[in-house]
T-cell receptor, first 112, second 115 residues
């Protein structure tokens, strides 16, 4: 498969709780990005982390990158019902045919 | 609204027909990407342009698919002799490549249903 793997595939939490989703990839990357997609709509860019960075914050989002394990995690703190969406990681590989490879996504549901 | 528009938003066609989709990127963006997304999956890379040049094309893209970006502005994606397996959401994204990073801005997509 050309895609990375995300874990879990689906996640259901109560409003106010934290949500953590993970992304694993296969080969060396230049950067890794996280996107959100509301049902049936286009993707919205959330955050980019470069291969030489280990952690990055943006508002309620915290992203970590472990290049030795070829994995990243996205933490959403104090979740809201409006955070309900699918979340995808996308990796820019240093070699290969594809420019960006998207994961299979985590479907997050935040219950009010 | 990211500033990237796609037309049409929905397309229903019969197997064997040709279809063409259009993407209008953010005006100063020099890169334009096409992706295909099926239900429950992430976007799958199809091809991308740097200005008017098509730089990469997925080996998953059969010769029934062709894309153009004349004058480095809008882009079209044509599918000839459509098959039921072509039913998917087709997403366009544009970006401004700098020395530091690249962020893609996605359009709302064109949902294709082949009967």
């Amino acid at each position: 498969s050309q895609q990375g793997e995300e874990d879990p595939q689906a996640l259901s939490i109560q409003e106010g709780e934290n949500a953590t989703m993970n992304c694993s990839y296969k080969t060396s990357i230049n950067n890794l990005q996280w996107y959100r997609q509301n049902s049936g709509r286009g993707l919205v860019h959330l955050i980019l982390i470069r291969s030489n960075e280990r952690e990055k914050h943006s508002g309620r989002l915290r992203v970590t990158l472990d290049t030795s394990k070829k994995s990243s995690s996205l933490l959403i703190t104090a979740s809201r019902a409006a955070d309900t969406a699918s979340y995808f990681c996308a990796t820019e590989y240093t070699s290969g045919t594809y420019k960006y490879i998207f994961g299979t996504g985590t479907r997050l549901k935040v219950l009010a | 609204d990211t500033g990237v528009s796609q037309d049409p938003r929905h397309k229903i066609t019969k197997r064997g027909q040709n279809v063409t989709f259009r993407c209008d990127p953010i005006s100063e963006h020099n890169r334009l990407y096409w992706y295909r997304q099926t239900l429950g999956q992430g976007p799958e890379f199809l091809t991308y342009f740097q200005n008017e040049a098509q730089l990469e094309k997925s080996r998953l893209l059969s010769d029934r698919f062709s894309a153009e970006r004349p004058k480095g502005s809008f882009s079209t994606l044509e599918i000839q002799r459509t098959e039921q397996g072509d039913s998917a959401m087709y997403l366009c994204a544009s970006s401004l490549v700098t020395a530091v990073q690249e962020t893609q801005y996605f359009g709302p997509g064109t949902r294709l249903l082949v009967l």
